[in-house]
């Protein structure tokens, strides 16, 4: 039996290496330590509401959900409330729909859940995905709205926040082909600076950062509330399985 | 009508209430016959609490199912949102949702050792025939629960999910088209499919399911428990007629499962707070996207206790049906040559096979793969017929049993990883070689069960006291 389950084990070890990684650009860590820093996660707030909302939804976050992450109603609705006048309706966008398509070929979608859906096996979570895409952005004059994106080629969104991180080329150099004889692959080879951007480089990848630990807060608010619940209960199960076994044991000893 | 019982004089009130309950409904003789006077073997290992924990889980999906009913509304307009109005504005909705999830994973992977258990110990055999019966039954209703749930939060993966496996349906061949629309409801997977998969998520199909757990349960109360000897406690029996090798099931086997129970919750709650989605294997992250019927993502995967099966509808490949003709042509010939039969039994598997060898090369590929597919499942429900093996328990079966078993697992997963990934040409041949074996390991039980040298089952059960 011992025999039957460590094989099952071995099949298994040898299974996982085999993991697929689905290719493209490598996406960059995310600093997870940011979600516990209520600054940051502030920051990122006022970003999201001041850069993302205006084309982006979040429909499913109501305003007042803010509060959790310590920002009153009077706070949420001085500095906050853009689109509505109420702390209770969702963070909805004042962009047509169809405007949208018509100016950048696709609706922007909604941003409630978008930090959850990015992830992919084997890459990254989806926060990863974001704090790449917002430091890949570079100028492309072959496409329609001039900016193209590393984390996500031919993106439709302009760099919304091209005025922090300033404007810059991506260079790209032809090497050879690892994988086939002959043949060469464009390869990136680090940005260019064009023109300056009112936030230093170290500034805009903490402020990318705390924008990212909001939209993965957003995904879920009640992360926090989860975690902290889960601390309790496997305290309390814990307890609970020492108690049951002696229970089991007690009983069971006198069978022979 | 049957002889109404009197308290003994001075009882309690609760021992007088219990004697009146008792002379209208066999409370006490229920009790009796399935907990206080239920004769378990004591010889049970740890493969024998996953039975009582698919009862725990069915009680959790159906106890948070109610709860997820109240706030959920099946309406393609609406659905995706409600599922996040639950997790985010529904007091501890999260919680329920999260546990419904996890819940449904949770069921498969108890519901899958509860299975390899049988296959281990034989505890499909006679007189358990149908006791493996309905567990199948519920297998199947387990899978038409899972995947009619997943189409619910509507968010990618279910709409695609859903379109691909129901457009499956549409290679049934003539009956095909109409089959996958009036399952549909629709020409695409839309409102009318939501709300007939709701209907059936909710009530058709929990009501069978729970038919079914009664009728298990009952038939296995009747026969009563196998155990990891394979041998009948029943056969010895003490002065007063209890089996000497088994123990009352209440409070021996209560007090184990509560263990098993808190074990078990322990696990299921490090997922359930700490890693809801579990990898995006869970909970798939394509499926944070609300469904789009004009987009369709790259990559379309079942969630992963249906990839097994997924593997060999895609394995199911021209080539692979023509090594399926190849196979059964051989195999007819060789029942022919070698079976033993009458000439009258020579000449109808000599017709049989060259009928099946042509609908094989008649009807599509992708029907077959269907059949390879639902094959898979069904042919679960066979199982106590092919094993033709003189014992019950793989202890007392010969060694390189051990091995069969090992190597129809090693497959088993294998093809789980592989329906998980994208198609691809090396999977794909180790996808072929798993159906083949999936099916070898079945369809070839009656004779490689018979083989070798068996050891001497003991007349009692193997047990050291705690």
């Known amino acids: 039996m011992k025999k039957l389950l460590l094989s099952l084990l071995a099949a298994f070890a040898f299974a996982l290496p085999a993991h697929a990684n689905e290719g493209g650009y490598p996406w960059d860590r995310f600093p997870v330590t940011k979600m516990t820093d209520q600054a940051s996660l502030q920051n990122g707030a006022r970003i999201f509401v001041n850069y993302c909302l ?9 305003y007042n959900r803010l509060n959790a992450i310590g920002l009153s109603d009077d706070e949420i609705r001085k500095n906050l409330l853009f689109t509505t006048d109420k702390v209770g309706e969702g963070m909805k966008s004042v962009l047509d729909p169809r405007q949208a398509k018509d100016w950048f070929g696709t609706a922007p979608p909604d941003l409630s859940v978008i930090a959850r859906s990015r992830a992919e096996i084997g890459k990254g979570t989806g926060a990863d995905y974001l704090y ?55 390869r990136f080879a680090g940005f260019e600076q064009i023109t300056p951007g009112t936030l230093s480089d170290l500034q805009y990848d903490e402020a990318v950062g705390d924008l990212v630990a909001y939209l993965q807060w957003m995904g879920e608010p009640s992360q926090g509330t989860r975690i902290r619940v889960g601390v309790g209960v496997l305290i309390f199960l814990a307890l609970f399985v020492a108690v049951t076994w002696r229970l089991s044991a007690a009983y069971w000893r006198t069978v022979h | 009508m049957a002889e109404m019982h009197t308290a003994p004089a001075g009882a309690g009130a609760g021992q007088r209430l219990l004697t009146w309950v008792d002379n209208r409904f066999p409370l006490s003789k229920l009790y009796d016959e399935h907990m206080a006077k239920y004769y ?105 629960e899972a995947f009619m749930g997943y189409l619910l ?102 007090v184990h499962d509560i263990y098993a129970v808190s074990v078990f919750l322990f696990i299921f709650s490090l997922v359930l707070f700490f890693a809801p989605e579990g990898g995006g294997y869970f909970l798939e992250f394509n499926n944070f996207i609300e469904a789009n019927p004009l987009k369709t993502p790259l990559h379309i995967a079942p969630v992963w206790y249906f990839t097994p099966y997924y593997s060999m509808l895609r394995a199911t490949t021209d080539l692979m049906v023509n090594v399926l003709a190849i196979i059964l042509a051989l195999g007819a010939v060789m029942a022919i040559l070698r079976g033993g039969f009458r000439a009258s039994a020579k000449i109808a598997i000599a017709v049989v096979a060259i009928v099946a060898v042509f609908l094989l090369k008649t009807f599509d590929a992708k029907f077959w793969g269907v059949v390879v597919m639902g094959g898979a499942v069904m042919i679960l429900f ?60 079945f369809l070839l039980m009656p004779w490689w069960s018979r083989l070798g040298t068996f050891k001497p089952v003991p007349n009692r059960v193997t047990f050291a006291s705690h």
């Open chain 1, 132 to 186: 790449t895409l917002w430091r890949t952005f570079y100028r492309d004059d072959t496409k329609p709205t001039g900016w193209n994106n590393l984390a996500f080629p031919d993106i439709a969104m302009p760099h919304a926040l091209w005025q922090l991180q300033g404007e810059r080329r991506a260079k790209f150099v032809e090497a050879k082909d690892p994988h086939e004889e002959g043949k060469t692959v464009h």
């Open chain 2, 40 to 144: 378990a073997p004591k010889n049970f290992n740890v493969w024998y609490v996953f039975g009582s924990l698919a009862l725990l889980v069915l009680v959790m999906q159906i106890l948070t199912g109610i709860f997820l009913t109240m706030h959920y509304k099946p309406d393609a307009a609406k659905a995706f949102g409600s599922v996040e109005y639950i997790m985010r504005d529904v007091p501890w909705g999260w919680l329920v949702r999260y546990m419904h999830s996890t819940g449904a994973s949770a069921f498969f992977i108890v519901i899958y050792l509860h299975m390899f258990r049988g296959f281990l110990y034989g505890s499909y055999r006679k007189p358990r025939e149908l006791v493996w019966l309905f567990g199948c039954g519920i297998f199947l209703c387990l899978m038409a």
């Open chain 2, 153 to 254: 939060p509507w968010g990618q993966m279910s709409y695609w999910g859903a379109q691909v496996i129901v457009n499956l349906f549409s290679a049934v061949p003539f009956i095909g088209p109409d089959l996958s629309l009036l399952i549909r409801g629709d020409y695409v997977v839309g409102d009318a499919t939501l709300n007939r998969f709701f209907s059936f998520h909710v009530i058709a199909v929990p009501l069978v399911l729970l038919g079914l757990v009664a009728a298990h349960l009952i038939a296995l109360h009747e026969v009563g428990s196998n155990n990891p000897d394979g041998v009948e406690i029943k056969d010895s029996k003490d002065a007063k007629g209890n089996p000497v090798d088994g123990i009352p099931f209440h409070p021996y086997y209560t």
């Open chain 2, 382 to 441: 066979f199982l106590p017929w092919l094993d033709r093996s003189p014992v019950k328990s793989i202890r007392y079966r010969p060694d390189w049993h051990k091995l069969v078993y090992a190597a129809f697992v090693v497959f088993f997963l294998a093809l789980g990883y592989l329906g998980s990934q994208p198609p691809s040409t090396a999977g794909n041949y180790v996808s072929q070689i798993g159906t083949l074996v999936y099916f070898g390991f």
């Open chain 1, 54 to 62: 205006n084309c982006h939804s979040a429909a499913y976050m109501r």
